[in-house]
């Protein structure tokens, strides 16, 4: 079947512009990671959804993240206000249990402000 | 909070030969899963072998095996025969058992590995 897909695989924004950053995850896989990496790093932990439930946003550097996964499926990941900083590759994982220990893993956004 | 160090920024193997990628971490759980995942110039993440923390026997996944030290907190990864198509970025990942951390991972800054013809 399809693997975790992601869109736009690269987007271009302005500071100061929000975006949108789309996850398309396995079909039927309940979990749902964001992750972002930054140049030269490893994937760094923003935000976790069981289903629709969001349990864990504890990653999200700051109040203009946001995340959504309103039907369990799909999930957006919002950025409003986009800072330099921001700039780096999202990454999307799903798996397909709660406690799965293998995620799979997205092709990613790169993101970069202008 | 969990840490990952990948000590190696860059490595490089001839073809056919074989390398080792290091990688230690720091935990106080008793219980937990090692991963290492490839990431291509393409950047999609792929697994490439894994380690639940209360098995001695290290995990084999064809060409590729692992040497878990779980006293020495290390978890290395044995590329044997290798090939072009292994050059990528290797990461090493932890994960927790428990279910409040909703099961992230926890990575290393990673290990860019070139494969020399």
């Known amino acids: 079947g399809a693997g975790v897909s992601q869109s736009p695989r690269y987007k271009v924004a302005k500071r100061g512009q929000d975006v949108a950053l789309r996850c398309d995850p396995i079909?039927?896989?309940?979990?749902l990671f964001w992750y972002q990496q930054a140049l030269g790093q490893g994937p760094e932990f923003l935000t976790y959804?069981?289903?629709?439930?969001?349990?864990?946003k504890s990653g999200l550097p700051s109040d203009r993240f946001f995340a959504e996964r309103p039907e369990g499926s799909v999930s957006t990941l919002k950025i409003q206000r986009t800072q330099q900083e921001d700039s780096a590759v999202y990454l999307c994982?799903?798996?397909?249990?709660?406690?799965?220990?293998?995620?799979?893993f997205g092709p990613g956004t790169r993101l970069t402000v202008t | 909070a969990q840490t990952v160090t990948q000590s190696q920024p860059e490595m490089s193997v001839q073809e056919a030969e074989t390398v080792t990628l290091s990688c230690t971490y720091d935990?106080?759980?008793?219980?937990?899963?090692l991963f290492w995942y490839k990431q291509p110039p393409s950047r999609q993440m792929i697994l490439v072998i894994r380690?639940?923390?209360?098995?001695?026997q290290n995990a084999t996944e064809n060409r590729f095996s692992v040497n878990f030290q779980k006293a020495a907190k290390s978890f290395s990864l044995k590329i044997s025969d290798s090939q072009l198509g292994d050059a990528a970025m290797y990461f090493c990942?932890?994960?927790?058992?428990?279910?409040?951390?909703?099961?992230?991972?926890?990575f290393g800054t990673g290990t860019s590995l070139t494969v020399i013809p």
């Open positions: 990942a932890y994960r927790s058992p428990r279910s409040n951390t909703g099961n992230q991972f926890y």
């Open positions: 935990t106080s759980e008793s219980d937990y899963y």
């Open positions: 959804f069981q289903n629709e439930a969001q349990l864990d």
């Open positions: 994982a799903s798996s397909l249990l709660a406690g799965a220990y293998e995620q799979y």
């Open positions: 380690q639940e923390a209360y098995k001695q």
């Open positions: 079909s039927g896989h309940v979990s």
